[in-house]
């Protein structure tokens, strides 16, 4: 028997070490439920979660979209210093940024190449490279 959505997410938070609390479960239902990725911005998922009739501030968004980062199990992909997209695949991959609908997209990993990074400064690491092209829509 297939598993629901509910299972699904209820699994996900328990996997990561999260309490599946009702607020947790109903996010991550909307976020993994259907098995397939995608990025999210807090608002977006506020909507959606509005939509569902169920009752989640955008406070308890926020906070539990940092919680589930903090656990591994989201990325959050920054666009313009100020705009946050979280993505539900955290494996290393580009993104494309589309201007035009203030959207991000999976870029395909295979075709990007970076053949050197410049050292850190002394006393720090590299943690992470973050890849976001931004596109535009060409004008006919």
Known sequence: MKPDSQEIAT????????????????????????????????????????????????????????????????????VDGSKSYFDTNTHDHPHFFWEDESRLSDAPSEQLVIQRLPDAPAGAEIASVDVVIRLRRKSS
């Open 11 to 78: 699994n996900w938070l328990v996997d990561a070490g999260l309490r599946p609390t009702r607020q947790r479960v109903a996010l991550a239902e909307l976020l993994v439920g259907d098995g397939n990725h995608r990025h999210v911005t807090a608002e977006s998922l506020f909507e959606s979660c509005k939509d569902t009739g169920s009752s989640v501030s955008l406070a308890t968004v926020y906070n539990t979209l940092r919680a589930f980062c903090e656990a591994g199990v989201l990325q959050e992909i920054t």
